[in-house]
């Protein structure tokens, strides 16, 4: 974060000053006492099951500059009506300060600061895959220069800003992933951030259940190209008709990416390795490159095409961008990450969230790794998806149906919601492999542990409020070989 003291800080959010003035703020932003940051500024948010301003005295202590409060607390620091809007004036702040001309009017407020030369804002959005493809373009732009990209899935009204708080006068690249719950939030996030490049990847049927409509969702994304200025570039699935038409919806440039003829980042080809790792060829202005990217699943070729698109934009050289991609990993938890137990057990624990569209990428490369590596058995360990509304019960059929068709040895179908998974599997007649319900993660366990053997292969799926990551992880606590 560029250095401010809490008087300038007061300034911006309009708060109150606790302590003395000229306390200066020189390290990031924090929410969580356990990752407090050194000279940075504590931000007390009221959660659901706890009071962050209770651990205000524990981030002072932990090296915390100051505190971002509600209330009066006796801790250097500002006072505020709501600390996640002051959080996200600040941030709005800091970007307008790095990129931009010094905050003023548009804060209420006077100018704080002057201009700085600043980074290039890379904004991503999409209903999956979002996650991946921040963490494959910061490893790529991050070569051309200092980058700060999101942690994980950092992507709401606290996470972007968390973002976009550790960025400062050196940051060359900031990369930011934007979620959206409704109307108007990655709207809201787009004035905090100002992005200059916007990623549009998919609309799909994640949180079909809140908007009510795949057109609800594709309005909702496409706030980001709406955001972009004229000087922006939109990068765009050219394979999505919904995200492809969200090309009236911005002055800016338009680069297109996907498998179709028109698309400015072409990808072709596309198949797995004996590893799982994921292989396409990329072609741009009539260079052409076949690369291996190890990421595990087909379904990566859609968000390495889009970071090459988005670094490409960004003013990266195409073929410097495809040499770059050899040595990307898998920087975030729980998404697709293949590991094998001592028991010979390979592990895919891709139980970070699950939505019908992942869950069907997940299902193909579990059946096509196995087919390459000639595992023993497949095993797919799926919990609910949801937030699906009135679809869900037809998704989680549908979802049984594949892991059917595509020839799976085993479904393991987790809690209530697991029994569409194993309606729709055993359904199909023609199948020759087995359906078990298990009513919890603990039975699952138990369950794996009593049943896989030497060779086989594991996907391990659910939505994030399921935990089915600790299935996984209980498998590989004595994990022998990873990745």
Same mark, same amino acid.
């Given at each position: 974060?560029?250095?401010?003291?809490?008087?300038?800080?007061?300034?911006?959010?309009?708060?109150?000053?606790?302590?003395?003035?000229?306390?200066?703020?020189?390290?990031?932003?924090?929410?969580?006492?356990?990752?407090?940051?050194?000279?940075?500024?504590?931000?007390?948010?009221?959660?659901?099951?706890?009071?962050?301003?209770?651990?205000?005295?524990?981030?002072?202590?932990?090296?915390?500059?100051?505190?971002?409060? *509600?209330?009066?607390?006796?801790?250097?620091?500002?006072?505020?009506?709501?600390?996640?809007?002051?959080?996200?004036?600040?941030?709005?702040?800091?970007?307008?300060?790095?990129?931009?001309?010094?905050?003023?009017? *548009?804060?209420?407020?006077?100018?704080?600061?002057?201009?700085?030369?600043?980074?290039?804002?890379?904004?991503?959005?999409?209903?999956?895959?979002?996650? @991946? +493809?921040?963490?494959?373009?910061?490893?790529?732009?991050?070569?051309?220069?200092?980058? !700060?990209?999101?942690?994980?899935?950092?992507?709401?009204?606290?996470?972007?800003?968390?973002?976009?708080?550790?960025?400062?006068?050196?940051?060359?690249?900031?990369?930011?992933?934007?979620?959206?719950?409704?109307?108007?939030?990655?709207?809201?996030?787009?004035?905090? !951030?100002?992005?200059?490049?916007?990623?549009?990847?998919?609309?799909?049927?994640?949180?079909?259940?809140?908007?009510? #409509?795949?057109?609800?969702?594709?309005?909702?994304?496409?706030?980001?190209?709406?955001?972009?200025?004229? #000087?922006?570039?939109?990068?765009?699935?050219?394979?999505?008709?919904?995200?492809?038409?969200?090309?009236?919806?911005?002055?800016?440039?338009?680069?297109?990416?996907?498998?179709?003829?028109?698309?400015?980042?072409?990808?072709?080809?596309?198949?797995?390795?004996? @590893?799982?790792?994921? +292989?396409?060829?990329?072609?741009?202005?009539?260079?052409?490159?076949?690369?291996?990217?190890?990421?595990?699943?087909?379904?990566?070729?859609?968000?390495?095409?889009?970071?090459?698109?988005?670094?490409?934009?960004?003013?990266?050289?195409?073929?410097?961008? +495809?040499?770059?991609?050899?040595?990307?990993?898998?920087?975030?938890?729980?998404?697709?990450?293949?590991?094998?137990?001592? @028991?010979?057990?390979?592990?895919?624990?891709?139980?970070?969230?699950?939505?019908?569209?992942?869950?069907?990428?997940?299902? !193909?490369?579990?059946?096509?790794?196995?087919?390459?590596?000639?595992?023993?058995?497949?095993?797919?360990?799926?919990?609910?998806?949801?937030?699906?509304?009135?679809?869900?019960?037809?998704?989680? *059929?549908?979802?049984?149906?594949?892991?059917?068709?595509?020839?799976? #040895?085993?479904?393991?179908?987790?809690?209530?919601?697991?029994?569409?998974?194993?309606?729709?599997?055993?359904?199909?007649?023609?199948?020759?492999?087995?359906?078990? +319900?298990?009513?919890?993660?603990? @039975?699952?366990?138990?369950?794996?542990?009593?049943?896989?053997? *030497?060779?086989?292969?594991?996907?391990?799926?659910? #939505?994030?409020?399921?935990?089915?990551?600790?299935?996984?992880?209980?498998?590989?606590?004595?994990?022998?070989?990873?990745?």
């Amino acid at each position: 974060m560029i250095a401010m003291t809490i008087d300038q800080i007061a300034t911006v959010v309009h708060g109150t000053v606790l302590g003395a003035p000229d306390t200066t703020v020189t390290g990031p932003a924090f929410v969580d006492t356990r990752k407090a940051e050194s000279h940075g500024l504590y931000v007390a948010v009221r959660g659901e099951h706890a009071d962050g301003h209770d651990f205000a005295a524990a981030a002072i202590a932990a090296g915390a500059a100051a505190v971002l409060s *509600e209330r009066r607390l006796d801790v250097p620091g500002v006072a505020v009506a709501d600390t996640v809007q002051a959080l996200g004036l600040l941030a709005q702040h800091v970007v307008s300060r790095l990129t931009g001309p010094a905050v003023g009017s *548009e804060l209420g407020g006077p100018a704080v600061g002057s201009r700085l030369t600043g980074p290039a804002v890379i904004a991503i959005t999409g209903s999956q895959g979002k996650t @991946s +493809c921040k963490d494959i373009v910061a490893q790529l732009v991050q070569a051309a220069g200092p980058t !700060v990209a999101s942690v994980a899935s950092f992507n709401n009204e606290i996470g972007v800003p968390l973002t976009v708080l550790r960025a400062d006068a050196s940051t060359r690249f900031l990369v930011v992933e934007m979620g959206a719950r409704g109307l108007g939030h990655i709207r809201d996030l787009t004035t905090m !951030v100002h992005p200059g490049i916007g990623v549009v990847l998919n609309v799909g049927v994640a949180h079909l259940g809140e908007y009510g #409509s795949r057109e609800a969702i594709a309005q909702a994304k496409g706030e980001l190209v709406e955001a972009l200025p004229s #000087s922006g570039v939109a990068v765009l699935n050219a394979d999505d008709t919904l995200v492809r038409s969200m090309r009236e919806r911005t002055d800016a440039h338009v680069l297109f990416f996907g498998r179709a003829g028109d698309a400015d980042v072409r990808l072709a080809d596309v198949r797995l390795d004996d @590893s799982g790792h994921v +292989c396409l060829v990329l072609s741009y202005q009539g260079s052409e490159r076949q690369v291996t990217v190890p990421l595990v699943g087909e379904h990566q070729a859609g968000n390495v095409a889009a970071a090459v698109t988005a670094s490409v934009a960004a003013g990266l050289d195409f073929e410097t961008v +495809c040499d770059s991609l050899a040595a990307i990993s898998a920087r975030s938890a729980w998404r697709m990450e293949l590991a094998t137990t001592t @028991s010979g057990v390979t592990v895919i624990n891709d139980a970070y969230n699950a939505n019908p569209d992942s869950v069907r990428a997940a299902l !193909v490369t579990l059946a096509d790794l196995a087919q390459r590596r000639g595992s023993r058995r497949t095993f797919a360990v799926l919990g609910e998806m949801r937030e699906l509304g009135d679809t869900s019960a037809a998704e989680h *059929e549908a979802a049984g149906r594949l892991v059917a068709s595509l020839g799976i #040895s085993q479904l393991v179908a987790v809690g209530e919601a697991g029994a569409g998974f194993h309606r729709g599997a055993t359904a199909d007649s023609s199948w020759d492999g087995d359906s078990v +319900c298990v009513p919890d993660v603990s @039975s699952t366990v138990e369950y794996l542990r009593r049943e896989a053997r *030497e060779g086989d292969l594991v996907l391990v799926k659910g #939505s994030r409020a399921v935990g089915l990551e600790k299935v996984a992880l209980a498998l590989l606590d004595d994990v022998a070989v990873a990745r």
